[in-house]
């Protein structure tokens, strides 16, 4: 084991808050009723305490500082706090150090609540052993303090990781190793020139050197989206990977029948409406499709930690297959079983329209497919087997009501997201 205890800054280093910090600051100049802070310099004042950047770069003095911080922190709390998002590739790192047994902690001059509640709400509160941040107004907020307070009572070798100089001088002067987040707000001359040990230029090169090249990869998520056609899938699986990304998640959206160029081509030929085929040929199609899939881009994906979020899987054969063309779910489930090889969703969003409204908003949009093709019994037999699915299973199949507005929907799903990848 290369460490047993990795500390990490917040700002700069776990997210990137410019967005949120900037509004604040802009807020507290016209307060005060003073020129904006030009946007080059936004990012001096994202690290250090504000009371002490307000005195070193805008000039002013102790008491000035304390008024103009205050106006800060009020519009900062109330406004912009979430106008952050999470480094791509931070999530993995941290599941990674945890994985390996390796205790972390976040040492920032933030507010503690701050850091608390930024954790809790980008999902990562449950990777950190320990959160060090600034408890009251008078706490001594050097960083040497911070990381001290933040390190377990035994530990045989630590890292630090920053991205501004006063994190990397405060990881010397503690006796420990300065890891550089060259992603962060800091340039490399900087990070060098105060004592960093290594520079990382991504969350992914922090990981090979806190925890060397060859460690284990924690696997992915996987996430299938099912629904009747017409139900919402796409517009919501968008938002779903914008709300991922932003907590540093490295998404892959995908799709079924599809996803790879022979799956493609099988989708093509299945879903032609100038085509018939036998219902047998049709499921073994699908699974074909599926198989090629699975192999070829989903477990890849997951093996690469990446989070894989699947326009419908194989609980569209058993409901369509099993249940539209009433093959038997069961006998669907059978053909799948060598091209699922026991890879399945770590959790289903279930998306529920009427099946009267789907046909409506499907009929509006384009071109009907073969399958759209069939006819109203077939998707109320689709509906019900969707149903049954998701009574037998209803840790992994989450219903969601679609037939409220996209917010709404996209809220919803979002919170079952989160629960799972933040092992709630
Ligand atoms: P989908 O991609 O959701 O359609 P669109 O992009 O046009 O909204 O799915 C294509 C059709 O294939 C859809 O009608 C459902 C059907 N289907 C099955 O019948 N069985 C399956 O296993 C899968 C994956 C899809």
């Not at 933030?110 to 509640?117: I, L, R, Y």
């Not at 899939?293 to 894989?308: C, F, N, S, T, Y």
Request: hydrophobic share 40%; charged share 25%.
């Amino acid at each position: 084991m290369r460490y047993d205890a990795v500390l990490f800054d917040f700002d700069g280093t776990i997210a990137d808050t410019e967005r949120g910090i900037s509004a604040a600051l802009r807020t507290a100049c016209e307060q005060l009723g003073m020129e904006p802070i030009p946007p080059q310099q936004i990012p001096l004042f994202i690290g250090p305490p504000v009371l002490d950047a307000a005195q070193r770069y805008l000039g002013m003095d102790a008491q000035q500082a304390a008024v103009f911080h205050t106006h800060f922190r009020a519009a900062y709390r109330a406004y912009s706090l979430y106008e952050a998002t999470v480094y791509p590739g931070i999530p993995l790192l941290l599941r990674q150090l945890r994985a390996q047994g390796v205790y972390v902690a976040v040492a920032s001059a933030k507010p503690v609540d701050m850091v608390q509640s930024l954790l809790n709400h980008f999902g990562l509160a449950r990777l950190f052993d320990r959160v060090v941040g600034k408890t009251t107004s008078d706490a001594d907020t050097h960083k040497e303090t911070l990381l001290r307070q933040a390190l377990p009572a035994r530990y045989e070798r630590a890292a630090m990781v920053g991205d501004r100089l006063y994190d990397m001088e405060a990881a010397k002067a503690v006796g420990l190793d300065a890891i550089g987040a060259a992603w962060g707000f800091g340039s490399a001359q900087e990070l060098l020139a105060s004592g960093a040990d290594a520079l990382a230029a991504t969350p992914q090169e922090a990981a090979s050197i806190l925890c060397g090249e060859s460690a284990p990869i924690p696997r992915g998520f996987f996430i299938s989206i099912e629904g009747l056609d017409g139900c919402g899938k796409s517009t919501q699986i968008s938002e779903l990977a914008r709300h991922l990304r932003a907590r540093g998640y490295d998404v892959l959206c995908t799709r079924e029948p599809g996803g790879t160029p022979i799956s493609e081509d099988i989708r093509a030929l299945i879903l032609d409406p100038e085509k018939s085929m036998c219902n047998e040929t049709e499921a073994l199609l699908y699974a074909a499709s599926r198989c090629e899939h699975v192999r070829r881009v989903i477990r890849p994906a997951l093996e690469k930690g990446q989070v894989v979020l699947c326009d419908r899987y194989v609980d569209s054969s058993l409901v369509y297959q099993g249940a539209g063309r009433e093959l038997g779910m069961d006998k669907v489930a059978q053909i799948n079983a060598p091209a699922v090889d026991g890879t399945m969703p770590d959790l289903t969003l279930l998306f529920v329209v009427n099946p009267q409204a789907a046909f409506l908003r499907r009929s509006s949009a384009t071109k009907l497919d073969r399958l759209e093709r069939a006819g109203e019994a077939f998707f109320l037999r689709v509906r019900d087997a969707y149903d049954l699915l998701a009574d037998t299973e209803p840790q992994r199949i989450r219903r969601i009501d679609a037939s409220r507005n996209i917010a709404e929907v996209t809220a919803e799903a979002c919170g079952y997201l989160d629960k799972l990848l933040d092992g709630r």
